[in-house]
């Protein structure tokens, strides 16, 4: 068979997946920043249930994931506002996992930039990435207990966790559901997983190929959870006017106007570039 790829979506399941036709603002719109990419014969296919949005790997050039860059200035660039966004975040997960001194697993930590944060920030911090250098170079530059090679070993090494924190990484994954239920494992009863990734629904983010494997909304992202057996408590987009605030001010906004800001970002049709998502792993015998 020439391409034995499992067309199923890799969000929510369904089997109803036809041919995506490509979006011309999501290849040339100068709003999209990085720039759209989608190679010629790239094969995507779009969930009718959840409107997921998936590529066939086999379809582009061959790719090896070892994270987001192999340039440590280009994680601490990207993270450069880094402390409004994970003092959010921090808020949020103490909030879910209804404790304050939190162990965290960071999955898919690369260079431990957002490990070291949440580490200055008084929590517990592990970090796990496939990319043995990124590793290295978070135990070494910033102090981060981190792992990589295969992830079930890494997992005994690790152990049981209160939070699990992925920024960027799901939607570099050919099989994020597997990927899911791996880090959940590690998840204690009643903890809370929290997942940033591309919101494709956003004007400013279009295709990028075959680094991007999959392109969430709101909805496919909180079904893949739903699916990995967790119960989503939040699902949104458009904190970076948050993040704005808090890097003029130094201020961080209470979360009650966190979430209205974001909602009135919504009905003005204003859709943040990042999903976040918090969902909580059922207590035992639930």
């Not at 949020?92 to 304050?100: C, S």
């Not at 250098?133 to 992830?151: K, L, N, T």
Request: with cysteine.
């Amino acid at each position: 068979m020439a391409n034995s790829i499992d067309w199923r979506c890799k969000a929510c399941d369904a089997p109803d997946v036809a041919p995506h036709t490509p979006i011309p603002e999501k290849v040339s719109s100068p709003r999209l920043f990085p720039p759209g990419k989608l190679p010629a014969g790239a094969r995507l296919r779009e969930c009718a249930a959840c409107g997921h949005i998936q590529v066939d790997p086999a379809s582009c050039p061959p790719i090896d994931y070892v994270g987001a860059s192999g340039d440590p200035a280009d994680h601490e660039w990207a993270f450069g506002d880094r402390r409004a966004h994970v003092k959010l975040v921090l808020a949020e997960l103490r909030q879910f996992a209804g404790t304050q001194n939190l162990r965290i697993l960071d999955f898919g930590c690369g260079f431990g930039v957002v490990a070291a944060e949440l580490a200055s920030l008084g929590q517990k911090v592990v970090g796990y990435d496939p990319a043995e250098g990124q590793v290295a170079h978070a135990r070494e530059h910033y102090g981060i207990e981190a792992y990589s090679g295969p992830w079930a070993e890494a997992a005994e090494r690790i152990g049981p966790v209160d939070a699990v924190c992925s920024q960027n990484v799901f939607e570099h994954l050919a099989e994020p559901f597997a990927e899911l239920g791996a880090a959940s494992k590690v998840l204690r009863p009643g903890g809370v997983v929290h997942i940033a990734v591309p919101n494709f629904e956003s004007c400013q983010v279009g295709y990028d190929a075959p680094g991007h494997l999959q392109y969430f909304s709101q909805r496919s992202l909180s079904s893949l959870a739903e699916r990995a057996g967790l119960t989503v408590r939040a699902c949104r987009s458009g904190r970076p006017l948050i993040e704005r605030i808090h890097q003029f001010t130094g201020r961080i906004p209470p979360l009650v106007v966190v979430r209205a800001v974001e909602t009135a970002s919504r009905l003005f049709g204003r859709r943040g570039w990042t999903i976040r998502l918090y969902a909580t792993k059922p207590n035992e015998g639930r």
